[in-house]
Nanobody, 123 residues
Framework: QLQLVESGGGLVQPGGSLRVSCAAS????????IAWFRQAPGKEREGVLCINTRSGTTRYLDSVQGRFTISRDNAKNTVYLQMNSLKPEDTAVYYC????????????????WGKGTLVTVSV
């Protein structure tokens, strides 16, 4: 069955770090651009970072510059979002999504979505 499954979310204190993972089954992520989105309570979903098939990255939020990085391990069919120096405003459900193309072009829409993992940044 084709699916993306996020994991690694949880409660972390401000200033802390967390790595969330996106594992795929039924598709080979190597051929997909993969993006992380997030949706905070009461807000619209927004793109965070994307990684293309050659591991080039695109950032969509200025607020995560220097704090969040995206990476991929094709051997494990998994993409990661490393989040450092977390702030309360980073609290959201984080989703990964796959796009069957070499480059990141979120306006074209994503082909597959995970169900999300909740990240809560609080004392």
């Amino acid at each position: 069955q084709l699916q993306l499954v996020e994991s690694g979310g949880g409660l972390v204190q401000p200033g802390g770090s967390l790595r969330v993972s996106c594992a795929a089954s039924g598709i080979t992520l190597e051929y997909y651009a993969i993006a992380w989105f997030r949706q905070a309570p009461g807000k619209e979903r927004e793109g965070v970072l994307c990684i293309n098939t050659r591991s080039g990255t695109t950032r969509y939020l200025d607020s995560v510059q220097g704090r969040f990085t995206i990476s991929r391990d094709n051997a494990k069919n998994t993409v990661y979002l490393q989040m450092n120096s977390l702030k309360p405003e980073d609290t959201a459900v984080y989703y990964c999504a796959a796009q069957l193309r070499d480059t990141c072009l979120l306006v074209h829409g994503m082909d597959y979505w995970g169900k999300g993992t909740l990240v809560t940044v609080s004392v």
